[in-house]
């Protein structure tokens, strides 16, 4: 189940990745102005390369401490994964991750779908970056809900109508009720802490598939700018933005259970996608060009891809699902404080994307 998962999402952005390369030469013509060498005077690539070194250094440390913390917590008291700390820190970085989505991923896809460099049919005459994340977060609505239902089938689960659960109930009362959070249908397990670990794994996996595309792209165009202005206020940003983003990973992670060994491949594979992404820049920096047609295309359709993806995420399998949950619903005053946690969280990166 958890690599038929990986194979979906790697397909799905795999094709869109082809999609973009494919489109760009074809549909779009960068205009003369768009051709022009930068006049930028913070534009200097002898600079610009110790600083891409230091943000590498940087960002790998502070994405590793950010991940790394929530799979520890077991041995730190304060920070158990049953107590109301971690609760309320896990409801802060859920806003980290929602606050990206909006406030960084979402408005850089818009920037790029319509800018002067690319033409005008199609690009400034439909919303690609709006239907695009629309999309990615239906996929990813219909890989979450058949990965479940896959398990649930095979482990014996059911999902029934909730207004029959009194009939099941009398029935057979070895059936145990699960959580409806108000939908209308109920989940029936004879086991039912292993679907709600399988919920877990499910959010941990498609959470860092969303992730992993988002810190490629944001390392990519930081390894590719050749701007020191740009540069500067992108490290401080980017560390604080990786390091709380791994904080709410770590914790899925950890609720997933998985293996020390799995836990740390997923936590390697997070800390290294933004280094990588800047590694990768450096690399291309001399053929690559930000507001070339590829450029933009690619950038921008998979910028919409992950913003809808973590916008579902962020939303419905982190911050409802915590709040519905009976922990934050048995106590009003911890409803209170995650709330202000998780606007917090989108708070700080609002702010943020004044400078990133």
Request: proline residues 4%.
């Amino acid at each position: 189940m958890a690599a038929s998962v990986k194979t979906l999402m790697k397909l799905f952005f795999f094709a869109l990745i082809l999609i973009s390369f494919a489109v760009s030469p074809a549909m779009s013509t960068a205009p003369e102005e768009c051709e022009a060498e930068s006049t930028n005077p913070c534009v200097n690539k002898a600079k610009a390369l110790p600083l891409k070194i230091i943000s590498i250094v940087a960002i790998l440390v502070t994405s590793m401490i950010g991940v790394s913390a929530p799979l520890f917590s077991r041995y730190v008291s304060f920070l158990h994964p049953d107590g109301n700390i971690f609760t309320i820190v896990k409801a802060f970085a859920s806003g980290i991750i929602l606050g990206t989505s909006f406030m960084h991923v979402l408005p850089d896809s818009f920037e790029m779908l319509s800018s002067e460099c690319l033409e005008d049919d199609p690009w400034h005459k439909f919303p690609f970056t709006g239907f695009v994340a629309m999309l990615s977060a239906l996929i990813t609505l219909a890989i979450d809900s058949l990965a479940t239902s896959f398990y649930s089938s095979k482990n014996g689960s059911e999902i029934v109508p909730s207004a029959s659960n009194g009939d099941q109930e009398r029935a057979n009362p070895m059936i145990t009720r699960g959580h409806s959070h108000g939908h209308g249908v109920t989940l029936t397990n004879k086991d039912d802490g292993s679907s709600q670990l399988l919920r877990y794994r499910v959010v941990a996996m498609v959470l860092e598939l969303g992730i992993i595309v988002h810190s490629v792209v944001i390392g990519l165009s930081l390894g590719a700018t050749n701007d020191t202005c740009t540069i500067k206020g992108l490290i401080a940003a980017l560390c604080f933005h990786q390091m709380f983003e791994g904080m709410g990973l770590g914790g899925c992670i950890l609720q997933a259970e998985y293996t020390n060994v799995k836990k740390l491949v997923m936590a390697f594979f997070f800390a290294v996608t933004t280094p990588f992404g800047i590694v990768l820049g450096i690399a291309l920096s001399s053929v690559y060009r930000d507001d070339s047609p590829t450029a933009l295309i690619t950038v921008g359709l998979l910028n919409a891809c992950s913003a809808g993806l973590l916008i579902y995420m962020a939303l419905v399998d982190l911050l409802a699902a915590e709040f519905m949950g009976p922990k934050l619903q048995g106590s009003i005053k911890l409803q209170i404080k995650c709330f202000f946690a998780a606007l917090l969280g989108c708070g700080g990166m609002s702010i943020l994307a004044k400078w990133a």
